[in-house]
């Protein structure tokens, strides 16, 4: 039990473990509280981007901007990213994680000021209790900037850059239609971030002995502008609506959109960046990849 203390990560714990050790456990109040979870048959808009670019673009623009402004969440289909580019990107992701501990190490750092870096929970070095995931955080943009720091084991660089370009390129989109449900010219946010930055997460949650302990993300907004998550088959991610949490169950080859707190205040207000959080599976574990957009930093 005292070595199992002494790992750094998490999915190394993970397994010598049968119940979640005191640093996981949150307090009674700070639960996640199942019985307050929504239970709906509704869920966050689903947006078709299909029509982007033909005759219906102003009706995809009216149902972007309600989508911003009342959930703050909503996912996207047909958003033309090939369903191959989203499988290897969630297999490389995966593939890493199962990496001997010595392996993955090499990556680690709980320096937050880095920009690549393996930690675990959220900052190991200012909060008192610990989230229950590990995480490889990358900077994406501008590619050739950021590459040679990437992991080589599993080789990311062909994969990697592949999803990030892709990415990039669904966001812009995403930037475009935003600007304009607001009204404005096209290519008002792109102008208004100045120079664009891209980070990216690999999230890894091991199962958990006892999930309703502890979280794989406590409820928080996301600091950045625009936020596109990429989430694997198991469920656990819930989003804020009229003081109750809504789970988002998992749709293959869609991508949930949020609106961070940048976006929040370069709408006036308009668009909402909305509380959302992660739970842990019992049984399973779970990949999530968020990509943050941002200005460049
Ligand atoms: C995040 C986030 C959700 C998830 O990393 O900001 O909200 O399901 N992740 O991992
Ligand atoms: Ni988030």
Partial sequence: MAAATTKLLLSDLAST????????????????????????????????????????????????????????????????????????????????????????????????????????????????????????????????????EWPS???????????????????????EAISESMGLQRDYIDKALGKHGQHMALNYRPPCPQPDLTYGLPGHTDPNLITVLLQDDVPRLQVLRTGKWLPVSPIPNTFIVNIGDQMQVLSNDLYKSVLHRALVNCDKERISIPTFYCPFT
């Fill in 17 to 148: 473990v049968e119940s979640v050790t005191s640093n996981y456990i949150r307090p009674i109040s700070d639960r996640p509280n199942l019985t307050e979870v929504q239970i709906s048959d509704g869920s966050i808009p689903l947006i078709d981007l299909q029509v982007l670019d033909g005759p219906r673009r102003l009706d995809l623009i009216k149902q972007i901007g309600q989508a911003c402004h009342h959930d703050g969440f909503f996912q996207v289909k047909n958003h033309g990213i090939p369903e191959t580019i989203i499988n290897n990107m969630l297999s490389i992701a995966g593939a890493f994680f199962k990496l001997p501990e010595c392996e993955r190490l090499k990556s680690y750092s709980d320096d937050p000021s880095k920009s690549k870096r393996l930690s675990t929970s959220f900052n190991v070095n200012t909060k008192k209790v610990s989230n229950w995931r590990d995480y490889l955080r990358l900077h994406c943009y501008p590619l050739q900037d950021c590459m040679h």
């Fill in 153 to 175: 084991n599993p080789p990311f660089f062909e994969v990697v850059a592949e999803y990030c370009t892709s990415v990039r390129g669904l966001v812009l989109k995403l930037l």
